[in-house]
């Protein structure tokens, strides 16, 4: 991989400031899932050198606890000035290790630097209250203090993002953090912490703890450690759920974004050419791999046949390919076993009366990891595809009659993450846009990310919420201070 600052392109874990090997010389492979070649060969980190890396974290607390919010805040936007200059590499790295198209990653990395900058600012306005005591000789305020040493575990879909919407927030609170990224994409995350140190981050403050054999026992450290006050994860609902179990032995904070399934609904007086334009977009970014795609459409009767032919002429257009390139307008997925999930949804679907409009296979001619980009039309609610995220760029059409039976559709699931919806009645936007059992619901648009905006779920879709003025909450503990006064 060649790039404009070879520097950045780091082959060691980074531990207390300093690049390490494993301590036993044990490494693993980092795949290209275009080419299914080896990119890179990272240290395997145990359990002992995470330790270390919590130890160094303690010594980081007491610096950027000293450090003011503004201080913290131009650390911030040094690193996001770092990042932007460095996009075209970051966008390198990412297009190589995760497998997405180069603009796609370029557009990743804007996201990631915009969360630097914005909790640039948010840390200053992290202010306390005086509250009215009920007694008279009492005064009480409250301050808000960093919660302390915060551990870490991205997923490998937005590699830089996952990073930076977690870790700005932190730092700007005043927690240092130890991070362990996806085994599938740890050259990203080194790259920011590279940058990081370059934009002076203490020793310590940002470990970047790099395994994929001692995943488990690691992750333990991050969610049991008795000096690590809070542990923030991204990926699976089921992996959620047991690394929150794990907290529970030592009391810690916890932030979850896990796993949709999100439901795109079109009513009969939707603007079409929009709503076929948002669905594309939100469907088949990152080869349909992120957590708030459009995993179900529902489309109502009266526009259903318009939308498939309009869906199914775009799709045709989509070019699949290589991220590295530049006609490639969708990548592989990130593993050979992504797409074989693929295929068994539309197989599923399929025997369950669907009608393959588009694609539907495999395209071993590119790779192992490639799938079509797929249509299916008439799938049954009882279909695998509608009762589970598919992570695929797989876009599987519902047809339905009315608002009510379509808000129970989209409502009969465990989880609750994101949903959307196109119509131009204001009444129903309302009244759909309150009955959807989600945290995150797009109105009229396929694209709800946004830093100024919070993210995150309800149900089995996780706890707490990142970006916004709300994200460097969750890394804040409040304390009351009740003053007596004498009259």
């Known amino acids: 991989m060649k790039l404009s600052d070879q520097s950045l392109l780091h082959l060691k874990a980074l531990v207390n400031g300093e690049w390490v090997a494993a301590s036993d010389g044990s490494t693993f492979e980092v ?13 395997e980190l145990d359990v002992a050198q995470c330790n270390e890396a919590v130890d160094g974290a303690a010594a980081a607390a007491v610096q950027l606890k000293q450090l003011t919010s503004k201080e913290r805040g131009a650390l911030l936007r040094r690193w ?15 297009t190589a290790e995760n497998g997405k198209p180069l603009v796609e990653a370029q557009g990743e990395v804007t996201y990631a630097a915009d969360f630097l900058e914005w909790f640039s600012g948010v840390g200053r306005w992290k202010s306390g209250m005086v509250l009215d005591a009920s007694k008279s000789e009492n005064r009480v305020v409250t301050i ?18 996952m990073i930076t919407r977690k870790v ?38 940002l470990s970047i703890i790099t ?10 450290v991050l969610t049991q450690h008795p000096q690590i006050r809070k542990f923030s994860f991204t990926g699976s609902t089921a992996v959620g759920k047991l690394l929150a179990a794990q907290c529970t032995s030592t009391m810690k904070r916890v932030s979850l ?12 007086d939707a603007e079409l050419g929009h709503a076929v334009d948002a669905v594309i977009a939100s469907k088949f970014r990152l080869s349909g791999q992120t957590c708030v795609c459009a995993n179900r459409v529902y489309v109502q009767a009266g526009i259903y046949d318009r939308f498939a032919a309009a869906i199914v002429d775009k799709v045709q257009n989509i070019k699949l390919g290589p991220g590295n390139d530049p006609k490639s307008n969708i990548g592989p997925l990130i593993t050979p076993s992504a797409a074989l999930k693929v295929l068994r949804h539309v197989e599923d679907a399929v025997e369950l009366g669907a009608k393959v409009l588009v694609g ?60 959307y919806f196109f119509t131009e009645n204001l009444s129903r936007a ?55 006064i004498n009259y």
């Open 257 to 268: 974004e896990l796993g949709g399934n999100a439901p795109f609904i079109v009513f009969d």
């Open 360 to 419: 539907g296979k495999l395209a071993l001619n590119l790779g192992e990891a490639f799938f079509q980009p797929t249509v299916l039309g008439y799938v049954s609610p009882r279909a695998q595809c509608a009762k589970e995220e598919t992570f695929g760029p797989l876009l599987p059409l519902t047809r339905f009659e009315t608002e009510d039976d379509v808000v129970h559709l989209a409502n009969s699931t465990e989880v609750g993450l994101a949903g």
């Open 211 to 220: 395994t994929k054999k001692n995943t488990i026992s690691v992750g333990k």
């Open 144 to 161: 808000k203090q960093p919660v302390g040493i915060c551990g870490i575990i991205t997923p490998w879909n937005f590699p830089a993002a």
């Open 31 to 43: 795949i290209d899932p275009a080419t299914s070649a080896c990119i890179a060969v990272l240290p």
């Open 168 to 205: 700005a927030a932190a730092i700007a609170a005043g927690c240092p953090c130890v991070v362990k990224p996806a085994a599938e994409t740890p050259l990203t995350a080194l790259a920011l912490a590279e940058l990081g140190r370059r934009a002076g981050l203490p020793a310590g403050a």
């Open 430 to 484: 309302w009244r759909v846009a309150e009955a959807l059992e989600v945290g995150m619901v797009g109105v009229n648009t396929g694209i709800i990310s946004d830093v100024a905006s919070p993210f995150g779920g309800i149900k089995e879709s996780g706890q707490g919420r990142e970006g916004s003025n709300l994200g460097i909450e969750e890394y804040l503990e409040v304390k009351s201070v009740t003053f007596r």
């Open 80 to 94: 996001y000035d770092l990042v932007v200059a460095a996009r075209d590499d970051l966008s390198q790295i990412i």
